[in-house]
């Protein structure tokens, strides 16, 4: 397990050890969530970057990583516990072939923790070994509001009451890292609980830092031309810009490809790897991607 970060530098340094690289804006307010002891919000785009930041933060301090993948109908047993019921009926129909037995004993036993499935909320609580875990809530924008009525008070005090067995309280409370992609709006209420950032589509420099962080066997002047063709995309008119992750995706695959520059033919075959909407990548066939890929390049010439 590592100590926390004691400074914005440092918790920034941290990160970049792991690859994730961030402006001073968002390891300024990790620092202050991990000082603090404060649920970190983090809204944006998809694809850039929150989710990655509670994989690195529980790299980069040693912690356990346990993710909350919320959905439309996720509600508080299937975010908390939930009883192991085909193991019950097996115990039952064995003590009733075994003759019985006390009734209240079995009772006691089928409520125990042997047959207590834990889910992502119950299970951070928990004590774990290296210390309190970094509990990732992904995508509560997808929920509704009584699971963030109810998420808002399981966060408020990090316990939660299971009534078979009583209240269970996080002996040290986790690092909490919650993401919206704004398909609505959070309750206000949550938000105060937490500290609050958005996190925005990267500059051309951050990017290309991300970029030659994850993809290091790449050339300089293929990122670059990466880089400046997404950035270019981004200015469009499309359903779905590409997130840093399609960047760092793309990157890949033209790796893949052995290909050391980008031409329209290119673009063309490896569409698919940063545009995901059938829409979008109809816009750019034919000239279309020639025109991006010239404005890009213009990018690159010198002021």
């Not at 990267?202 to 991300?210: G, L, T």
């Amino acid at each position: 397990m590592t100590n926390l970060p004691t400074s914005i530098d440092e918790t920034q340094k941290m990160l970049g050890d792991v690859d994730y690289v961030c402006g001073r804006g968002l390891a300024t307010i990790t620092f202050l969530s991990l000082t603090l002891g404060r649920p970190l919000f983090l809204e944006g785009e998809a694809g850039v970057g929150k989710t990655e930041i509670a994989k690195a933060l529980a790299a980069a301090l040693g912690r356990r990583l346990i993710r909350l993948q919320c959905y439309e109908g996720l509600d508080a047993s299937s975010a908390v516990y939930e009883w192991n019921f085909p193991a019950q009926m097996v115990a039952i129909r064995t003590a009733e072939a075994s003759g019985g037995g006390d009734r209240k004993a079995l009772t006691e036993e089928l409520f125990s923790e042997e047959y207590l499935i834990r889910r992502p909320l119950l299970e951070a609580m928990k004590p774990q070994e290296g210390g309190a875990p970094v509990l990732l809530i992904d995508e509560l924008d997808r929920t509704d509001e009584p699971f963030e009525a109810f998420l808002l008070e399981a966060l408020s005090d990090f316990q939660v009451t299971i009534p078979e067995l009583g209240t269970v309280k996080a002996p040290e409370a986790p690092i909490v890292i919650i993401t919206s992609n704004r398909t609505r709006e959070v309750h206000d209420a949550l938000k105060r609980r937490c500290l609050y950032h958005w996190v925005d589509y990267p500059n051309f420099d951050r990017e290309m830092e991300i970029l030659q962080a994850r993809t290091p066997e790449a050339s300089d002047a293929l990122s670059k031309e990466i880089v400046a063709f997404v950035q270019q995309l981004r200015t469009e008119d499309l359903f779905k810009k590409p997130g840093v992750a399609e960047t760092i995706d793309w990157a890949k695959c033209l790796l893949a490809l052995d290909a050391v520059a980008i031409s329209p033919q290119v673009i063309a075959d490896t569409l698919g790897a940063i545009l995901k909407y059938q829409d979008d990548i109809a816009t750019l066939h034919g000239s279309e991607a020639s025109r991006i890929l010239e404005d890009a390049k213009k990018r690159l010439e010198p002021a």
